[in-house]
T-cell receptor
Framework: DTGVSQDPRHKITKRGQNVTFRCDPI?????LYWYRQTLGQGPEFLTY????????KSRLLSDRFSAERPKGSFSTLEIQRTEQGDSAMYLC????????????FGEGSRLTVL | KQEVTQIPAALSVPEGENLVLNCSFT??????LQWFRQDPGKGLTSLLL?????REQTSGRLNASLDKSSGRSTLYIAASQPGDSATYLC???????????FGKGTSLLVTP
């Protein structure tokens, strides 16, 4: 199966530490999205890449958050100086270039900040 | 920004019933609308995608409709089964942005 892959699936860290999540999109999908989801809520949009270009960022993406997609393939989301409020599920999705806009999600990376 | 609302927040039905989940959105300049299923602690599984030029889509026991003028979509599940128990999420974007905006979901429980 060549679905969207995320790593790690679970991360427990202490407040103030940096964490990095990786997303491998479906092969040949040129569009990649990061979302954050907390318990009982729908996913909230964080950022969008088309190939290697970051075209949209949410106001939710504070200065402590940075996302990259250096070669237009995999992407990383780094959170610096983690806070307890960063505890959430971080979801990655990819979409093909056929303009349907259909998103395919990975299983997510769950972050717990102690 | 496209605001999405889902009603009801939770629903419990006996096995075999047909049911309807509701979704409303604020921007009629919709690009597409997508319904997802999410099991506890898992990612999202795409169920149906409706393009702005379409009125409905069907997949098996699922049928989704789109009414842009009223800002509404419905997901119809026929002959519900316990395996349908999950959270169903509606998401829509608009022509003015790339983000797909989600509702909070409807938590469905189908009892045997």
């Amino acid at each position: 199966d060549t679905g969207v892959s995320q790593d790690p699936r679970h991360k427990i860290t202490k407040r103030g530490q940096n964490v990095t999540f990786r997303c491998d999109p479906i092969s040949e999908h040129n569009r990649l999205y990061w979302y954050r989801q907390t318990l009982g809520q729908g996913p909230e949009f964080l950022t969008y890449f088309q190939n290697e270009a970051q075209l949209e960022k949410s106001r939710l993406l504070s200065d402590r958050f940075s996302a990259e997609r250096p070669k237009g393939s995999f992407s990383t989301l780094e959170i610096q100086r983690t806070e307890q409020g960063d505890s959430a599920m971080y979801l990655c999705a990819s979409s093909p270039s056929d303009n349907t806009g259909e998103l395919f999600f990975g299983e997510g990376s769950r972050l717990t900040v102690l | 920004k496209q605001e999405v609302t889902q009603i009801p927040a939770a629903l419990s039905v006996p096995e075999g019933e047909n049911l309807v989940l509701n979704c409303s959105f604020t921007d009629s300049a919709i690009y597409n609308l997508q319904w997802f299923r999410q099991d506890p602690g898992k990612g999202l599984t795409s169920l149906l995608l409706i393009q702005s030029s379409q009125r409905e889509q069907t997949s098996g026991r699922l049928n989704a409709s789109l009414d842009k003028s009223s800002g509404r979509s419905t997901l119809y599940i026929a002959a519900s089964q316990p395996g349908d128990s999950a959270t169903y999420l509606c998401a829509a974007n608009s022509n003015s942005g790339y983000a797909l905006n989600f509702g909070k979901g409807t938590s469905l429980l189908v009892t045997p």
